[in-house]
């Protein structure tokens, strides 16, 4: 079931997105080589507790951190360490916060000092990709139109979209219904209606869109060893324009 969101949950969702916003802007501002992992986790974290919220992703499913942190071939989940990261590399953060017992999902992908140009253009293709999305995401629409818009633009680009992760619905708990997936055929699942609260999260990778998981059962890799960004936002739907939760 679909859970459409009263003005005042719509609300404590928007307090907890502006705070995953702003834990994404703190750890920003460290992304330069020579940091660790575990140094922006600790950023994240207390920037987080600092707002009366809770990390949300520490202990979900028995994850050990605030962030997600996956560099380079590294697609998503992550886990922070002390390893630095050195020039040319790229960062995917992901972080998520509680507070008043509603939830934000939020992920960005940095570049790390200097990088490449064509992994450039994947960041901002991924960036972009989120904001068809997010465009598609209107009441009246139909969930699929969301998973189209990206795929088409991912593919126009030259670059694929990972199958086996996708978006979800968010508000009281982290993961709700429905799966956003960010490929498929339009004009399928249900349709959209104001209060629908949804996380998008486009997973955009250089080369072949499969992925596996390594032995630490957590990180998830590209197959091909090429690089792999994310941008995600925590979304509602409404009469007219979708609101983005996850801004300062
Ligand atoms: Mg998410």
Redesign the pocket.
């Given at each position: 079931m679909i859970i459409c969101k009263s003005g005042q949950e719509l609300a404590y969702m928007r307090e907890a997105g502006r705070i995953v916003a702003g834990a994404l802007v703190e750890v920003s501002k460290a992304v330069k080589p020579g940091v660790t992992t575990a140094e922006l986790d600790r950023i994240a974290e207390e920037f987080i507790l600092s707002k009366g919220a809770k990390p949300a992703f520490k202990g979900l499913y028995g994850f050990p951190a605030t962030i997600c942190a996956s560099v380079n071939e590294q697609v998503v989940h992550g886990i922070p360490g002390l390893k630095k990261l050195a020039n040319g590399d790229i960062i995917s953060i992901?972080v998520?916060a509680e507070i008043n017992g509603y939830f934000g999902?939020h992920?960005q992908t940095f570049a790390v000092g200097d990088i490449a140009p064509d992994v450039l253009k994947l960041i901002e293709v991924t960036r972009d990709a989120l904001t068809k999305g997010i465009n598609a995401a209107r009441a009246g629409n139909r969930l699929s139109d969301i998973s189209h818009a990206v795929q088409t633009y991912v593919e126009e680009n030259g670059f694929s979209v990972v199958r086996d992760y996708v978006?979800?619905g968010?508000g009281t708990k982290?993961?709700e219904e429905p799966q956003v997936p960010n490929f498929g055929r339009p004009g399928r699942g249900p349709r959209l209606k104001p209060g629908m609260t949804l996380?998008l999260?486009p997973m955009v990778n250089m080369g072949t869109y499969q992925v596996h998981t390594l032995t630490d059962n957590w990180t998830v890799v590209t197959g091909d060893a090429k690089p792999s960004a994310h941008f995600?936002h925590t979304i509602a739907i409404t009469d007219g324009e979708p609101l983005i939760m996850t801004l300062v």
């Open positions: 992901d998520g999902d992920a978006g979800h968010i982290m993961h996380a999260e995600e």
